[in-house]
């Protein structure tokens, strides 16, 4: 930002309009509501580019301040707009009071190993071994992308009962049958594009789901797998699960 400040005038009106990039490109600005821009101006304290950029991201101007400072407690989504969260977080809460064994199945990638982390984390907060949550995470050359009959095959050697496979599976058809023939449950939790196959999982999570209408597919993998573990933390609750229990604290997931 210091060089690009060095030649461009950050304060005018439009200070990319004309300039050509390394490429030879010429950048052009989108059409803007000036009215709206000094209303956001005036009366926000916005800095004039900024407020550009909220009206041509058609923010209203009543919901700027909550756009630019949101909160977890106004804020915060309902897991249980997700489709079929209800029935999957009955089933994983069940799980646990039941004392199966739930191993995670999660890609190399960050948002894979960040939603296998909150997902391993809530079980052992929920009271959970760390001996009885297995782990599977691909290997990038040998293993590919993606669940595998051999990743399932881990699992089920070390005790899994159900697998949830995070951030992947959505279009993984034949290895999740692979897991399901040799006697495992399977919870996909996923944000990416499904095909109009879909896997035959025990259950599925993913907000791109044909029907699902929660608005949610913004979110990356691990933001859904957020959801589905406030939504099982929630069943359990209701079932007095945490009585003589230390509940998770959530929000330090």
Known sequence: MTMLAQNLDITAADPFEGK?????KQW????????RVEKLVSGHDIPEMIARLLVQRDIDLGDIDEFLSP??????????????IEATSDFLANAIQSGQKIGILADFDVDGATSCAVMKRFLQQA????????????DRLNDGYGPSA??????KDQGADIVTVLDCGITSVDP?????????????????EPDEQLPNATHIINPKLK???SGLDYLAAVGVTFLLCVAVNSKLRETGFYKDKTEPVMREL
């Open 150 to 155: 051999k990743g399932f095959q881990s699992l």
């Open 28 to 35: 052009q600005s989108s059409y803007w509501d000036e009215g």
């Open 176 to 192: 999740v049958q692979s897991a399901i023939d040799i006697g495992l449950d399977v919870v996909v939790v996923d944000h990416h």
């Open 71 to 84: 909160k977890l407690s106004k804020h915060f989504p309902n897991p249980f707009s997700l489709q079929n």
């Open 127 to 138: 009271g959970v071994s760390e001996n009885d949550i297995p782990v599977f995470i691909p």
């Open 211 to 213: 029907g699902d209408n």
């Open 20 to 24: 050509i990039s390394v490429k030879g």
